[in-house]
């Protein structure tokens, strides 16, 4: 009865909110399109439809409003005007009650709440659609006091997000009876949603996002990530360092503190990239609401990273896709670009190269023609995007995922300085980026990555070679001349090999110095 009665309120909304219009623009039933105007009489249409769907998902409850945060990152599916939108979904969810907070907690630990934490905070100090955060005080293994923040997962989740979800099951297969439904992808993007929030429930997941952050920062002096305390996470609860900061969007105040304004955008790029380039796995889910500024002595002028329950990674087959795609889109080389859409199989194989070399081409050379300060990054590829549905193109999600997040990155750092350059500043990033993927630290890389294989072979070399001569007739001139020639033969491959790797050595760092020559 209830799951009906969830499914009728969810209905009234999609129609009270015109959302049926983004359904049946192009759906030939007029009987349809009829009856949803005569049940809904007295509606008001004039907000832009992707203002009314916003405040449909933010009507529907915290589950919806995940959704939609969900869906803006997919801007290859949707048209802007709806993305932009999404985009402005905060987590502005009011708080469950505390009783409910530390029951979690005593029933996680398996303790009463004053036998875990020296101090803790009833009332939360933010909210969001899957769980709440406290302050608290704990005593560490060296029985030193901490200030800790302890993120609560809201109660009830899972049967609750499961029945939301096979309500939207059912919904994408309405919006998928339509032709502008369709091209939206409803029942991928409902699947990928169940992936994100069904990770985002294990808090013990996102503690070890951060953990990995936090290790891949050390020594790059830009930016804060709070330390994990493991002896007090578990699936449902999650206990982090407490930061303390201002956060980004507040210009004003952190200019009044003396904060070099241009300069924090500059450090906003150089994490991004270094977290996306260097380390292959990066922060996703970076707008305002997760960035602070520290204004402490120690600390002064560095950002502070929250909330890490979406995190992206790239494989070195992606981060070889993309130093290809850069080089060759420096170079104005489309038909390379679209030559690597192919060989990639992310375009089906009888794609006709010349005509996504024109699709490609239409879209960048007009950048080349701006000041790169004008240039947008994250606008260059959201275009090569959208062009590419036209050419059936499988985008791979966790493309999409550092594309929205350069986006964000890319508006947060002109919002702090508008003269940003982003290219100028992503410049020394790519370069170092492309020598390591072309140059000789990969082969340098890969010998070392194969080094203990290597190991495993070459002490069991003299015993091979001694078993098998014992084993040949010791009066068999003939062999043993073979043995010689063979032994010569290996010597001059020997030679060979060296004198070749030492040519394709000198080769890479000639191709180092074209590709460093290129840059300047």
Known sequence: MSRFLRGVTIVWVVLRYGLDELVLSSFDRPWLRALTRVITVGRRLDAPRGQRLREALERLGPIFVKFGQVLSTRRDLMPPDIADELALLQDRVPPFDPDIAIATIERSFRRPIGEIFVSFEREPVASASIAQVHFAVIRDRDGRERD??????????????????ALMRMMAGWVDLSADGRRLKPREVVAEFDMYLHDELDLVREAANAAQLRRNMEGLDLVLI???FWDFCHADVAVLERMNGVPINQVERLRAAGVDIPKLARDGVTIFFTQVFRDGFFHADMHPGNIQVSLDPASFGRYISLDFGIVGTLTEFDKEYLAQNFTAFFRRDYKRVAELHIESGWVPANTRVNELEAAIRTVCEPYFDRPLKEISLGMVLLRLFQTSRRFQVEIQPQLVLLQKTLLNIEGLGRQLDPDLDLWSTAKPFLEKWMLEQLGPQRLWRELKAEAPHYAKILPDLPRLVHDFLRQRPHDNRA??????????RTNRLLQSIIYGSLGFVLGLLAMQLVVRLHFI
Do not use: F, H
């Open 148 to 165: 800790v923040a302890v993120k609560v997962l809201r109660p009830g989740m899972l049967p609750v997000i499961d029945k939301d979800l």
């Open 226 to 228: 709070p330390e994990v």
């Open 479 to 488: 062999e043993l001349q073979e043995l010689l020639a063979t032994q010569k």
